[in-house]
């Protein structure tokens, strides 16, 4: 699941315009300025475009960092397997 990590941080790193290295687990809506409301509901559309997997409403809502996220994306892929 290393490699679903980094293809996460990559495409958050994509979408909020900073830098992959300055990412961490810990990084939430709070730490980075374009992750407002707005950029969630952009990130969860990338999510689902990327990965091929719907993140549903009540997950996407739950999500306060990057580590939450890949938990979610993990247990989906998983179901899916």
Do not use: Y
């Not at 290295?21 to 990338?46: C, F, I, K």
């Amino acid at each position: 699941m290393e490699n679903l990590k980094q293809q996460l941080l990559e495409l958050i790193a994509d979408l909020f315009k900073c830098d992959v290295a300055t990412l961490s687990d810990e990084t939430g809506p709070g730490d980075l300025p374009a992750w407002d409301s707005l950029g969630h509901v952009a990130l969860m559309a990338r999510v689902q475009e990327k990965f091929g997997r719907h993140v549903p409403v009540e997950d996407a809502i739950e999500v306060e960092s990057i580590a939450d996220l890949l938990e979610i994306l993990e247990r989906l892929v998983s179901e899916s397997s």
